[in-house]
């Protein structure tokens, strides 16, 4: 694009000159131009001077020009640079089985993963791309089941309609940990420079290299989901139970039900304004059912219009699972992720027990993220099965539940409370699209016995004690805010209490410290690159404050935890969680003194 950049600064034209340069897309080109004439100088720069660090989770940020943005650009240069560390890392392995690419229905998404497959294919890696829109989980499940060198999937996820990302998965079918994500971000400044043949994405139409596994792994993936269903399926199908689904402008409307078919679920109630894929996502401001009513509020509607009990929703890339059931009094309980996370791990130890009643309960394994609900840890107590905590993140649940099942143990289970459960093994991360005919299916039964899946948590909890959490989070997008808080937090040294509430023990996963281990060092790995602080008090319950990974985002968790022979009250048990909530947020978060947005309602 002809353009001749006048800044006032020579530094930042000469930047704007080589953005111009390299870039071939007309769209980004424009919108650039269009921030010189506006004189958004400062902005700009920023965009021009810094890059997207890749991470553990990959690539997400907002679309648009620049190297800090996704794009074109970025996209062919973090795919130049993978592909040079595959051939590196494992030459003849990825060069015969290749790599699998999928993409959601985001604007840009399509042409994204294309040029991804572009970069790859011109190194001579041979590349699975998908021809059409994917849940997350395909690409997960590909990569494990056709013994692939690695997987990328463009989404980002539950993010804005303004946001994208590129999420990498390893040869063992799981996101990728370190050393990895460093030596990938290595390669990709080693191999920024573009040339002409990377933007023809035409070329993949005539490559002997480029295939489309789309219907293999459909088929495939829903004959191994057959492995969930337990006991009679035509109980479900004769069930009265109406269950309303949404996909929240995603992609998950046919491959749901999909899933309904294969368990002999009824069809489910659709959510007309929803079903269909949109990337601007119109009736939501964010496409999050984690985010609770707000997000449900069609489906409720849709739900209430055809009396359907039930509400189960996916996220646009269709990994993550949402739940909610309308109570006799009308109103309606949307399950948080611990709570869900608590129901489906007791089906998965029910399920399994049903169909391998011979396999001893100290071979079976589950696996929580470190901020979820202690709820598996009380619940493998008392039935005999093992359970262990990691860092947030599916990449860490995923690479141990391998290396348990490597040692002999069968993983069941495994999930973090941002509504992400991984049932059984099939797929290597989060997966929506299986969990939720899981979830249906046992709902359908409870039914057909006249329960409920509230009731049913109830019997949870009179069985292994009351687990109550209550998680959120503030906003803040000034990073060196988050770097003064947390300093703060534990300067001069670590707190002793927090208001009225004493601490006995401080866990600090930045610093790698830990009071409650005799050397003080904590047992999950240290990661300098996340806040995270965890406080156990006197009273017995847990808080935790960390960042987020892939939003601007910090996240607080609370849990009050009781016996089941202590006999307490629900009632009372919230009131303290409440109070000592409240308390968290006003002694170390301090909203109004860091000036730290809520959580939009």
Known sequence: MACVPNTGSEDLDTKVKEWLHIDKNESTCTD?????????????????????????????????PGYACMNDVTIIQTSQGFGKYLLE????????????????????????????AVALVRLGIPVRLFSAITPTPFVAYAVRKYSLAAGIMVTASHNPKYDNGYKVYWSNGAQIIPPHDRNIAEHILQNLEIDAAAWDVDMLDSSKLRSDPFQEVYENYYKDVQ????????????????????????????????????FGLNEFVSVP????????????????????????????????????????????????????????????????????G?????????????????VPNEKLYMVASTVSSKFLKSMSKKEGFLFEECLTGFKWMANYALKKVAEGYTCLFAYEESIGYMYGMNVLDKDGISAGP?????????????????????????????HISSDSYYLCYHPPTVEKMFGAIRSPDYPASCGEYRIVDVRDVTKGYDTSTPDKKSVLP??????????????GCVATLRTSGTEPKIKYYTEIISSPEAEAKRGD?????????????????????????????
């Open 273 to 340: 304004e929803q079903s269909e894929p949109d990337p601007e996502f119109p009736t939501v401001a964010f496409p999050n059912p984690e985010e609770g009513k707000s997000a449900l509020d069609l489906a409720m509607k849709a739900a209430d219009n055809s009396n359907s009990n039930v509400i189960i929703a996916n996220d646009p890339d269709a990994d993550r699972l949402a739940c909610a059931e309308k109570s006799s009094s009308g109103s309606w309980k949307v399950f948080n992720g611990n709570e869900l």
């Open 526 to 539: 240290t990661d300098p690159t996340c806040q995270m602080l965890t406080f156990t008090f006197a009273n």
């Open 89 to 116: 890392a494992q030459e003849s392995f990825v060069k015969k089985n290749g790599v699998v690419i999928g993409f959601d229905a985001r604007h840009n998404s399509s042409r994204f993963a294309k040029l991804a």
């Open 32 to 64: 650039l131009v269009h921030m010189i004439e506006e004189g958004k100088y400062e902005e700009l720069d920023a965009l021009l001077s810094n890059r997207m660090a890749f991470g553990t989770a990959g690539l997400r940020a907002r679309m648009g």
């Open 438 to 466: 899981v979830l249906a299916a046992y709902a359908t039964k409870l039914y057909n016995s006249n329960t409920t899946l509230e009731q049913y948590l109830e019997s949870l909890y009179s069985r292994y004690g009351y």
């Open 227 to 262: 492995d969930y269903v337990v006991g009679d399926k035509s109980s479900n199908t004769t069930s009265s139970l109406k269950i309303t689904y949404t996909p929240m402008h995603g992609v998950g409307q046919e491959f749901m039900a999909k899933s309904f078919q294969v």
């Open 342 to 358: 608590a129901i489906l791990g007791a089906v998965a130890f029910e399920n399994f027990k049903a169909t391998h009643p011979d």
């Open 573 to 601: 048990l919230e009131i303290e969680l409440e109070k000592l909530k409240d308390t968290v947020i006003e002694t170390f978060l301090k909203p109004q003194v860091y000036d730290l947005k809520p959580k939009p309602k």
